[in-house]
């Protein structure tokens, strides 16, 4: 069975005065946010604040992929072979087995 990815807020503070910050998805067994980008994160303020909110989760030895929305609808079977390839590379490297 695969780790299950759940909505989370996100209360650590940031840096550059961002308080709260939501990860799409987090799964706590991977320690892995996903990001799933609209179009609003190519303005460049969203894109200092998505820098800053990747820094502190680096911090808190949680990794971030992101995935855009076209990605997601248009590509979907790419974006789940990324996961399956980060998983498999978490399994290996911890020596853990999800199946």
């Known amino acids: 069975m695969c780790p299950?990815?759940?909505?989370?807020?996100?209360?650590h503070p940031c840096p550059s005065?961002?308080?709260?910050?939501?990860?799409?998805?987090?799964?706590?067994?991977?320690m892995l946010a996903l990001?799933?980008?609209g179009y609003t994160?190519?303005?460049?303020e969203v894109v200092?604040?998505?820098?800053c909110k990747e820094e502190r989760l680096r911090e808190l030895g949680i990794i971030t992929l992101?995935?855009?929305d076209d990605e997601v609808m248009q590509d979907i079977?790419?974006?789940l072979r990324t996961l399956e390839n980060f998983i498999?590379?978490?399994?290996?490297?911890?020596?853990?087995?999800f199946s």
Do not use: G, S
């Open 17 to 30: 005065d961002i308080p709260n910050f939501i990860a799409d998805f987090f799964c706590h067994e991977l």
């Open 35 to 37: 990001e799933i980008d």
């Open 48 to 51: 200092a604040k998505d820098k």
């Open 41 to 44: 994160h190519t303005f460049e």
């Open 4 to 11: 299950r990815f759940t909505k989370v807020l996100w209360t």
């Open 66 to 68: 992101r995935f855009t």
């Open 77 to 79: 079977n790419n974006v």
């Open 88 to 97: 498999v590379t978490f399994e290996e490297a911890h020596n853990i087995d």
